[in-house]
């Protein structure tokens, strides 16, 4: 069995786009925690730009679908959390620019 590694599985949530700004949610600063364990089983916490978005059941149901689609991955959990809440300055350096955010 292959091991899966913390960034195979960002690389996997970069394809997870949010809808409404069309940037992933890696680059969005969204993934705050990945795990992975000795069986590959993964463990990721993730949040959303606002409390009651109304697209977070739709992403997260991304990551998770992409997670499971990953060659010899036994579990996945993708966890929404709130704390700590999320902020622009989680955003990627080069995202900000391409959305003219400044630093």
Do not use: F, H, R
Request: overall charge negative; glycine content about 6%; aromatic content about 4%.
């Amino acid at each position: 069995m292959e091991k899966i590694t913390t960034e195979m599985v960002y690389e996997k949530l970069n394809s997870v786009v949010d809808p409404e700004i069309g940037i992933d949610i890696v680059s969005l600063g969204l993934v705050y925690d990945v795990k992975v364990d000795d069986n590959n089983d993964i463990s990721v916490k993730m949040t959303m730009t606002v409390p009651g978005c109304p697209l977070a059941g739709m992403i997260v149901a991304d990551a998770q679908n992409v997670l499971e689609e990953m060659k010899g991955v036994s579990e996945v959990k993708v966890e929404l959390v709130w704390d700590p809440p999320w902020s622009p300055d989680m955003i990627k350096p080069d995202i900000k620019k391409k959305l003219g955010i400044e630093n």
